[in-house]
Nanobody, 123 residues
């Protein structure tokens, strides 16, 4: 069983930056593709970013492209989401996910999920 623990959420002003972390509990993290999703109140969970198991391929939602960067540290079993130029519409609970069930990483069909971390961007 893989456990994912997110951290780094909080309150940030518009235009600011924040880095989210997702620590995985198992060494097989090194062979798992990872994703970040977010969910705002009253909205569906939406894809944010994903990274392949090798770290060589990354995917981004159009809404965050050029502002967010996903990366992973194999030594720390951790995946990161660096968020820059934050906007109030980025306010949401951000979830880390591991092992997509399908080849389309943008679908919220992953085997393991974290508990989420709140990011609030004030205007």
């Amino acid at each position: 069983q893989v456990q994912l623990v997110e951290s780094g959420g909080g309150l940030v002003q518009a235009g600011g930056s924040r880095r989210l972390s997702c620590a995985a509990s198992r060494r097989t993290f090194s062979s798992a593709s990872m994703g970040w999703f977010r969910q705002a109140p009253g909205k569906e969970r939406e894809f944010v970013a994903a990274i392949s198991w090798s770290g060589g391929i990354t995917y981004y939602a159009d809404s965050v492209k050029g502002r967010f960067t996903i990366s992973r540290d194999y030594a720390k079993n951790t995946v990161y989401l660096q968020m820059n130029s934050l906007k109030p519409e980025d306010t949401a609970v951000y979830y880390c996910a591991a092992e997509p069930k399908y080849s389309n990483y943008t679908l919220p069909q992953y085997r393991y999920w974290g508990q989420g971390t709140q990011v609030t961007v004030s205007s």
